[in-house]
C-alpha cells in the first residue's frame, strides 16, 4: 500500500508509555519478588524501615497496579485508539503531559509509601494530594480519550470498536469509584481521615478495591485483548454478539462484588450474599471474553508453534478463564470461611496479575514495539525463554499459594481430640515457610523474564535507531 | 472502509477497522447462552434461599434462615456441646481444685497439658517460643532456672500478676565507675564457669559487694531465694544478642546491663539504655482465665523445670 494513504498516528507518545510499562515491570516485580523473600526470610529487610515487608508490599502493589498495569493501559488505548478510529489523538500535547505527569505522580507514590505515609485503604494508599492528582492524570487521559472518538470520521467509520467500549467502561467505572472511596478530610499535607467510618468504610473501600481489580485490571485489560488479539492472529473475532453480551453483563455485574471481600463481618448478612451471588453469576460473562479470544484463533491454532507474542496472548485467556472462575467460587460461603484471610487468595490475585494482566501486556508491548519502531524483535528466542519463564514462574507461584493457602485455612480450623484447635497460629506460619520459598523462586523467574524483555526491547530500540540513521545516511549520500 | 469488504465470504458482519480488524456474525456458542441464562435464574434461588435484598425497612430473610453469626454460634454450640459430653467432669475439676491438686492427679494433669498447648502457642509462644524454649531476652520457661520461682504456686503468680524484674543501673548507689562495671562484669562472666573465686577476678569480686549487687544475686551470683534477679552461676542468659552468643557478645551485654540496670525508670519514663523485662499480666487477658491460668501453670511446670 502507498505510505501517503495511511493515515498517520501520534507514536511518539505511545514509545514513551510503552517503555516506561516494561521498565516498572521490571520494578514492581523486583519489589514483589524481594517482598516474597522477606517472608520466607524475614532478616531481609535489614531493619530499615523503608525496605520492611509492610512498606515494600505496598510499594509493590502500586508499581505494579498503578504504574506497570496504568501505563500498559494508557500505551494500548492511546495507540489502539488512533487506529480503530482512523484518526490521531485528539490531543497529542495532552497526551505527552498526561504520560509526563503520571510518571512524576507514581514516582512520587511510591516514595511516599516508602517514608511511611498511606491512607491505609488497599489500593488507594495515595495521600490526598497525590489522590488528587492521580484523578487529574485519570481525567485527562480519559478526556483525550473520548474526544479522539469523538473526533472520527463518522462515514469512514461508523462503529465504535469493542477494545474503545471496554477501554470506556474502564475509564467511567474507576473515575467514580476511585473520587468516592477517597473521599476524605485532610489535615495535614500527608495525612487525611476517610468521610466515612465504620463499616461504610469497609463497603466504599471494597467497592473500589474490587474494582481496582474487575474494571482497572479487568475491563480495561480485556479492550487490550480486543485489539491486540486479532491483529497478532490476523483473524477475525469469533462473535459480535458474544462481545455485546459479555461487555454488558460485566459492566452491570462488576460493581457489585465488593461485598464477597467483606463476608462474615460486621457488613450486613444481605451486603455480603448479594455479593456473592452476583461473583458466582459473573463467571459465564468472563469467560465470554476469554471464549471471544480463543475462538478468534479457530482455524489459526497451528500459529502457536511459531507465534511467540501469540502465546503471551493466548496463554492470558487461559489464565484469564481459570481465576475468574477461581474468584466466583472463593465468594462462596462455604469456601470463603476456609480461604478469606490465607494465601489462597494471594494465589488468587496472582493467578490473574501475573497469568493474565502481566501476560496480556506483555503480548501486547511487543507487538506496538515492533510496529512503532517498525521493525522485528531484536531476538525472536528471547521472547520464547521469556515466555518459559513468565509461565514456569506463574505457575509455581500459583501452586504454591494454593497449597499453603489451603492448609492454612484447614491449620486454622483443625480441632484435636480434645476439642481444642490443634494449632497455633505461630505453627501455621512456621508450616508456610517452603511454600512461600517456592513463591520467590517462581517470582525471580517471572521477574528474570521481565529483565529479559526490558533488555530485548532496548536492544530492539538501538537496531532500529542504527537502521534509520544508516538508510536516512544513505539517502542523504545518494 | 464499511463500503468495501476484503473478506465478503468468512461471514462477517461488513464493519472493518485498522485494515484488517473485523468480528464474525457468529451467534455465542449455545452452551454458553443456556449456562448464561442459568445464571440468572441461580441469583434468584440463591435470593430466595439466603437473606439478598434489601428493603426500605430491612432485607428479604430467605428461606434458610441463615445468619452469619447464627452459623458461628451454631457451630461453636456443637463444639461446646462436644466438649462437655467428653470432658465436661474434668473441667469442673479444674475449676474448683487447686494447681497444686491437679499436679497431684495424673489425669488431670495429662488432660490440662493436652488442652494447653494452643493456649501456649497464640499467647505465649511469640515471647516464650513454642515449647518455652525462650528467646533472646524472653527467657526459658522449659528448664529448672527459674527467676520468680519453679514452684506451681509461683508460676501461676507469674502468669497471673506478672512479673517486672528490676536492677539498679550502675550499682545499688548508681557510683560505679567504668572500670568498676568492666571488672565486674567479667567476675560476673567467670561465676558462669564456675571460676569466680581465680584471683585474677579478686576487683571485680570486691566491686560485686560494693555495688551490693549480692543483695539480689546472692553471695555467690546465686540468689537466695527467688525474687526476680538472674541466676549469675549459670550460662542460661538472660540477656543476649542471639540464641548462641559468643562469650565476648556476653561480656559486651552484661556490660551494658550493668550500666542501664533493668527497667528502671525516672518519672514512669524508661530511662534510654535500660534493660525492659516485662511478664505482662494475664488475669484480664485469657479468656476463661480462672481455668486457663491453672492449666497453663501445670503445662510450664510440666515443660521440664517444674518444682
Ligand atoms: C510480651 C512477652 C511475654 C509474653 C506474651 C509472655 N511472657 Fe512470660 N515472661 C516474659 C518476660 C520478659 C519474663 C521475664 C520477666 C522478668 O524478667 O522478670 C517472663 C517470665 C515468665 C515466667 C517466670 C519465669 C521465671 O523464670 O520465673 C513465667 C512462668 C512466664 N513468663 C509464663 C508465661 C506464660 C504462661 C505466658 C502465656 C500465657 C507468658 N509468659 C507470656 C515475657 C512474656
Ligand atoms: C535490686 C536487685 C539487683 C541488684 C542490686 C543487682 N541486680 Fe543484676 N539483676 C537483677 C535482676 C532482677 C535481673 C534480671 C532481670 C530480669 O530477668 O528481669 C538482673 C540481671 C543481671 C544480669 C544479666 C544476666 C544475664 O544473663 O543476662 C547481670 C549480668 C547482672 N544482673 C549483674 C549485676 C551486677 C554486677 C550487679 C551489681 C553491680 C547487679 N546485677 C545488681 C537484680 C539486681
Ligand atoms: C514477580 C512477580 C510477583 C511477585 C513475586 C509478587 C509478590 C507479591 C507478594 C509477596 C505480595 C504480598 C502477599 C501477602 O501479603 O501475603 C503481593 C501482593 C499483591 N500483588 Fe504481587 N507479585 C508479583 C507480581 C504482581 C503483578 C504483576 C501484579 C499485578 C499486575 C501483582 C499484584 C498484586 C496485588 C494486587 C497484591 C495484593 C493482594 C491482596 O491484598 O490480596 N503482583 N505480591
Known sequence: ?478 | MAHHNPWPNEGNTGHIWDEDIRELDNPPPLWWMLAFYASFIMIIFYALYYPTIPLANGYTKGLAGWTAVKEYHEDYQKLKDWRKAKFADKEEKLGSLSAAQILQDPDLKAYSIATSKMLFGDYCAACHGVGGQGNPNFPVLADDDWLWGGKIQQIQASITNGRVGNMPARGMMGNLTDEDIQNVADYALALSEGKGDDPQYAKGKAVFAKGMCLACHGPKGKPLAPAGAANLTDQIWRFAPNMNPTKEDMRKSYIHTITYGVNVKKNGEYLPGTRRAQMPTFKHRLPNADVNIKRLAVYVHELGGGQ
Open chain 1, 1 to 478: 500500500m502507498d505510505a501517503t494513504t495511511k493515515p498517520q498516528y501520534d507514536n511518539g507518545v505511545v514509545q514513551y508509555l510503552s517503555v516506561g510499562a516494561v521498565v516498572f515491570l521490571v520494578l514492581g516485580t523486583i519489589f514483589g519478588t524481594y517482598a516474597a523473600f522477606e517472608l520466607a526470610y524475614p532478616a531481609l529487610n535489614l531493619d530499615i524501615p523503608e525496605i520492611t515487608f509492610a512498606r515494600l508490599r505496598v510499594m509493590h502493589t502500586n508499581t505494579v497496579i498503578y504504574a506497570f498495569g496504568g501505563m500498559t493501559l494508557m500505551a494500548t488505548a492511546f495507540y489502539s485508539v488512533q487506529r480503530t478510529n482512523g484518526v490521531r489523538l485528539w490531543s497529542n500535547g495532552l497526551a505527552w503531559v498526561t504520560a509526563i505527569l503520571f510518571t512524576i505522580g507514581l514516582l512520587a507514590v511510591v516514595l511516599t509509601i516508602s517514608l511511611g505515609m498511606t491512607t491505609g485503604k488497599e489500593y488507594h494508599e495515595q495521600e490526598w494530594p497525590l489522590a488528587i492528582a492521580v484523578a487529574i492524570v485519570w481525567t485527562l487521559y480519559t478526556v483525550n480519550f473520548v474526544m479522539t472518538i469523538a473526533s472520527r470520521n463518522k462515514e469512514k467509520v461508523p462503529n465504535v470498536y469493542v477494545s474503545n467500549w471496554f477501554f470506556l467502561g474502564m475509564m467511567v467505572a474507576v473515575t467514580y469509584l476511585y473520587v468516592v472511596n477517597g473521599l476524605a478530610l485532610p489535615v495535614s499535607l500527608f495525612r487525611s481521615y476517610s468521610l466515612f467510618s465504620g463499616v461504610q468504610d469497609a463497603m466504599i473501600q471494597w467497592w473500589w478495591g474490587h474494582n481496582a481489580v474487575g474494571f482497572f485490571l479487568t475491563a480495561g485489560f480485556l479492550g487490550i485483548m480486543y485489539y491486540f488479539v486479532p491483529k497478532q492472529a490476523q483473524r477475525p473475532i469469533y462473535s459480535y454478539r458474544l462481545s455485546v453480551i459479555h461487555f454488558w453483563a460485566l459492566m452491570f455485574g462488576y460493581v457489585w462484588l465488593g461485598a464477597h471481600h467483606l463476608q462474615y463481618t460486621a457488613l450486613p448478612d444481605w451486603t455480603g450474599s448479594l455479593g456473592a451471588v452476583i461473583s458466582l453469576s459473573m463467571i459465564i460473562p468472563s469467560w465470554g471474553g476469554a471464549l471471544n479470544g480463543m475462538l478468534t484463533l479457530s482455524g489459526a491454532w497451528d500459529r502457536l508453534r511459531t507465534d511467540y507474542i501469540l502465546r503471551f496472548l493466548i496463554i492470558s485467556l487461559a489464565f484469564y478463564a481459570m481465576s475468574t472462575f477461581e474468584g466466583p467460587v472463593m465468594s462462596a460461603k462455604t469456601v470463603n470461611a476456609l480461604s478469606h484471610y490465607t494465601d489462597w487468595t494471594i494465589g488468587h490475585v496472582h493467578s490473574g496479575a501475573l497469568g493474565w494482566v502481566a501476560m496480556v501486556s506483555i503480548g501486547a508491548l511487543y507487538h506496538m514495539v515492533m510496529k512503532l519502531w517498525k521493525t522485528e524483535m531484536y531476538s525472536m528466542k528471547l521472547i520464547n525463554f521469556h515466555f518459559w519463564l513468565a509461565t514456569i514462574g506463574t505457575v509455581f507461584y500459583i501452586v504454591a499459594m494454593w497449597v499453603s493457602g489451603i492448609m492454612q485455612g484447614l491449620m486454622w480450623r483443625a480441632y484435636d481430640e480434645y476439642g481444642v484447635l490443634a494449632y497455633s497460629f505461630a505453627e501455621s506460619v512456621a508450616a508456610m515457610h517452603p511454600y512461600y520459598v517456592m513463591r520467590a523462586v517462581g517470582g525471580l523467574l517471572f521477574t528474570l523474564g521481565a529483565v529479559i524483555m526490558l533488555y530485548n526491547v532496548v536492544m530492539t530500540i538501538r537496531m532500529a535507531n542504527a537502521k534509520q540513521t544508516a538508510t536516512a545516511g544513505a539517502a542523504a549520500a545518494a
